[in-house]
């Protein structure tokens, strides 16, 4: 029996079908929409929250009055505290206010934010009876909520820094307060503004999940009018 002749010739590769190369699977191609939607909506929310930008005020001169300044705490000695205090200082000394709300967070016995922020008005030359402490001011939904229901104001405004200010006036708008922003932006804050800015993204979601579940703070008490004498 002869064997077979070996194959002498080479393949054409021309001659041989190309694989047909799988397209993208419907189901991926879903699942690409389905975790790009929340993006797109959680990024128009951030835009809805940081339209409020019409009020806020950085001339002392221009600012209307209100009766009271609601002042945001914010980390215990820094930069971001001191100037929100001698904003609201300015704010006093010049007669666009009445009173000073201190409000931010006590949650630990060593950690005091509203009675730092009051020490450093009385410093300054505020009298002690103008200036009130809130101390469950865990949030910014938190202080503007008690701001209406236990400090009964309705006409105020509020201190903080500008990446802040929207988020705060989307808050008071949407709980029926009567505010406007005056910008506590004094320094740099160095590296620290970019964190703020990417901060800011999510914090405006937790602002509108706030307003649209109704939520109420941490604490509430009883009622503390700053002005008991108009009620």
């Not at 450093?120 to 503007?144: H, K, N």
């Not at 800011?200 to 509108?208: D, V």
Request: proline content about 6%; overall charge positive; aromatic content about 12%.
């Amino acid at each position: 029996m002869s064997s077979p002749e070996p194959l002498s010739q080479s393949i054409d590769a021309s001659t041989v079908a190309p694989l047909n190369r799988k397209r993208p699977s419907a189901v991926l191609s879903l699942l690409s929409i389905a975790l790009f939607l929340p993006f797109i909506f959680c990024t128009f929310v951030y835009w809805q929250v940081n339209r409020e930008t019409g009020q806020i005020y950085s001339n002392i001169e221009s600012i209307p009055s209100r009766p009271a300044a609601l002042v945001f705490g914010a980390g215990v000695g820094s930069s971001e505290a001191r100037d929100r205090v001698l904003a609201a200082v300015a704010l006093y000394k010049s007669a666009k206010v009445k009173k000073l709300i201190m409000t931010g967070d006590n949650g630990e016995i060593y950690y005091n934010e509203p009675v730092a922020m009051k020490r450093q008005a009385l410093e300054l030359g505020v009298p002690s009876s103008d200036v009130i402490c809130d101390y469950a001011g865990f949030r910014t939904y938190d202080s503007l909520y008690r701001a209406r229901d236990i400090f009964e104001l309705n006409s105020l405004i509020l201190v903080s820094q500008r990446f802040h200010l929207p988020r705060a006036l989307y808050i008071a708008r949407n709980l029926g307060l009567n505010a406007i922003g005056f910008c506590a932006d004094r320094s740099s804050y160095g590296d620290m503004a970019r964190w703020y800015d990417l901060r800011e993204f999510g914090a405006a979601q937790a602002a509108w999940l706030d307003i649209l579940s109704k939520r109420k703070p941490r604490y509430l008490g009883a009622k503390e009018p700053v002005f008991p004498s108009q009620n």
